[in-house]
């Protein structure tokens, strides 16, 4: 699959840093530091955050990148604590979930799979010169978190199995992400009940209907 072959070009380069890393860190040490960059937002972004202006173009790919972060993610079990196009620090938006802290495998391959949504949503739609710093390192960090849970996976299978993941939900739910991408449009960010709204407003509508007015 493209999208697959396109991730292993850009996340490889990053393993080798990583891996060493993860190997002198301790399984604890990462998955605090997995707790506070995923699930909570961190009190110094409460500074940093900003309303820029943006043209339509970037504005579509910005919100279309995070509402498919959220919506794979919501899809796949994990609890969608806000989704946001505001300017956090470099970022230029955020997704954050709400992890537990005993992790699962099932739950680490959704944290990589709803990670890997937003560059998979991008190349869907022929942004193929975009790529988000912090997806790559999310995505590596928790692919080898899954790989220190159990012996049956490599690093490049999460990969595949993940980006099939995505692809099979941004397919399947495609209007949700164009509805929540709306909502983002006007909102900037959404809490866990505003998005959830959006989600059951997709789920009671034909999915033909459900775009948030953009159009899939």
Request: aromatic share 6%; charged share 20%; glycine share 6%.
């Amino acid at each position: 699959m493209t999208e697959t072959f396109i991730l292993h070009a850009v996340l490889a380069p990053s393993l080798t840093f990583l891996g060493a890393i993860w190997i002198i860190g301790t399984l604890r040490f990462r998955r605090s530091s997995r707790q506070a960059s995923l699930s909570t937002p961190a009190l110094g972004y409460a500074r940093r955050v900003s309303r820029p202006e943006r043209g339509p173009e970037e504005t579509a790919r910005i919100t279309g990148h995070e509402a498919a972060h959220a919506v794979v993610a919501h899809m796949l079990g994990l609890e969608v604590v806000s989704v946001s196009v505001e300017r956090i620090g470099n970022s230029d938006g955020r997704v954050f979930y709400g992890l537990t802290h005993s992790t699962s495998e099932s739950e680490s391959l959704a944290v990589v799979t709803a990670t890997m949504a937003g560059m998979i949503w991008d190349h869907l739609h022929g942004r193929h010169d975009t790529c988000s710093c912090d997806d790559v390192s999310h995505a590596l960090r928790e692919s080898l978190n899954l790989v220190s849970m159990s012996e049956k996976w490599m690093v490049p299978d999460v990969w595949d199995v993940a980006a099939m993941q995505a692809r099979a939900i941004l397919a399947d739910q495609a209007g949700m992400v164009d509805a929540v991408a709306a909502r983002l449009t006007d909102e900037w960010t959404l809490d866990a009940d505003q998005f959830l709204a959006v989600v059951r407003e997709c789920q009671e509508t034909p999915p033909q209907h459900c775009d948030g007015g953009r159009g899939v």
